[in-house]
């Protein structure tokens, strides 16, 4: 079987790839449990160097990267860029880090030695999505290799080139081969995969019905597993906000990635009495948002990664306005080629619409008036989503208090749109998943966090420290 690579700007096919066969498959698990157990005993200024490498890679290449990510799932080239720029920062940010989060922690319990270690877990598979073909990939496989694991990579089957051109910057990095391999398969084989017995552990970032049917059989298989699963991204704009600033930063977050980020603005519940203003600026901000060929450096919003997805969002916006939604911006297919939606602003969203309950993976905004603050977070939390949000506020005091206690989301910016940063922890609850990727937090998920008490033989003694030990 093959798997065909389309430029979604034209709809021309780029290229066929065969997929990867059964017997590959469980050779390229089998052969990366066997880099991974030479790879655990290198020393992390060994695996430091080389990640160091990797980001050099990923910065050398950053613009035919870029121009990767744009004719294969319809990136904007200079956001493509920026991505391969961020991945190398991640890098970078484990190469330097990761001995001091992996550090042993001694725990004083009487006995002559006790302290906790962490140890890598062996071979990790990692299922990601198209919309961050590279980013996705690194955040998961810099902490997880510098940790001492080895990778297999099933990405998504539109982005076949981005995820074997994910494998050779390892490969141009210097890593021993087989540590990180790329699977080019399809859905249906991913369950077989988490049986193998060489796979220890799972991450997933992708939709909810993906995440449960990789948590059903990894649960059942009794490996470990990391979700980030969908969200719906709730924009609080409260009476005291900069009206103008708000709407400007909306527009930024809604039309990232075109609109296809989990972490994108979605859905934007505004107090009726900045809603007029608000809703007039924020109008004109998406509006003026360039819509074009992704490879020009000057497009704001590209095409949609397939056209399948961007009916069902059409879909999804027809729907909501059939139920009493108003458009006051976009919601037509243009003519020609591509897959193309127009940036979109839907008013009066209320329950039972569309865009009020499930996640738009495009550039269409959702504004939900609500009638003040208590009423906003009630309709953020309403989402059985919980992955990032937003609030819009002059006093600073008022928005931390709401997203530090309030609003039921893995991450929330005030007066910024939510971004994803090595060096902060970044995941969600509710349906958006659990677990978390980035920071020391994520190097974490992936090891055996180990107990070790050593006694003397006659009795215990003062606890000691042994170099290279810290205490907590």
């Known amino acids: 079987m093959t798997i065909t690579s389309i430029n979604p700007a034209t709809g021309e096919n780029i290229a066929d790839y065969e997929e990867t066969s059964s017997a590959d498959v469980r050779e390229a698990v089998e052969q990366a449990h066997e880099a991974s157990q030479r790879w655990r005993g290198r020393d992390l200024a060994e695996r430091a160097a080389l990640m160091g490498a990797a980001a050099r890679v990923l910065r050398d290449g950053a613009r035919d990267y870029g121009r990767l990510m744009a004719e294969e799932m319809g990136k904007p080239i200079s956001q493509g860029i920026a991505e391969a720029e961020k991945c190398a920062s991640g890098c970078d940010y484990f190469a330097e880090n990761a001995a001091n989060f992996l550090a042993p922690e001694v725990v004083d319990i009487g006995r002559r030695k006790s302290f906790v270690t962490f140890q890598p877990l062996g071979v990790i598979l990692a299922v990601m999505p198209w919309n961050f073909p590279f980013w996705q990939v690194f955040r998961f496989a810099a902490p997880a290799l510098m940790a001492g694991n080895a990778a297999v990579l099933k990405h998504s089957s539109n982005v076949p080139a981005c995820a074997l051109a994910a494998e050779e910057v390892f490969l141009k990095a210097g890593f021993p081969e087989n540590l990180f391999r790329t699977l080019l398969i399809g859905s249906g084989t991913v369950e077989s995969v988490i049986e193998h017995p060489l796979v220890r552990a799972v991450t997933l970032t992708g939709s909810g019905p993906a995440g449960r049917a990789v ?72 509006r003026a948002a360039k819509m074009g060929d992704p490879l020009s450096e000057d497009t704001a919003v590209g095409p949609l990664a397939r056209h399948d997805l961007r009916d069902a969002l059409h879909r999804q916006v027809e729907t909501s306005i059939a139920k009493g939604a108003r458009s006051l911006l976009g919601g037509k297919i243009p003519d020609g080629p591509g897959a193309y939606y127009p ?130």
Request: aromatic share 6%; glycine share 10%; proline share 4%.
């Open 215 to 286: 948590a059903r059989k990894a649960g059942e298989m009794l490996k470990k597993t990391v979700l980030e699963l969908g969200g719906s991204d709730a924009y609080l704009v409260l009476d005291d906000a900069d009206v103008s600033f708000a709407a400007k930063t909306s527009a930024q977050g809604r039309l990232i990635n075109s609109g296809q980020s989990c972490i994108a603005a979605k859905r934007f519940i505004v107090l009726e009495s900045v809603r007029s203003s608000f809703e007039e600026a924020f109008v004109e901000e998406m």
């Open 343 to 472: 940036p979109t602003v839907l008013t009066d969203v209320k329950p039972g619409m569309p865009a009020y309950h499930e996640e738009m993976f495009g550039p269409v905004a959702a504004v939900i008036p609500v009638a003040d603050e208590a009423e906003a977070v009630e309709v953020a939390n309403g989402s059985p989503f919980g992955l990032g949000g937003g609030i819009f506020t002059r006093d600073l005091d008022r928005g931390e208090r709401l997203a530090s206690a309030d609003i039921e989301a893995g991450s929330v910016f005030v007066n910024a749109t939510v971004q994803s940063h090595p060096k902060l922890p970044f995941g969600g609850v509710k349906e958006s998943g659990y677990g978390r990727e980035l920071s020391h937090y994520g190097i974490r998920e992936f090891v055996n966090i180990k107990t070790i008490v050593v006694a003397d033989s006659g009795g215990a003694r003062e606890a000691s420290q042994s170099p290279g030990v810290r205490s907590e």
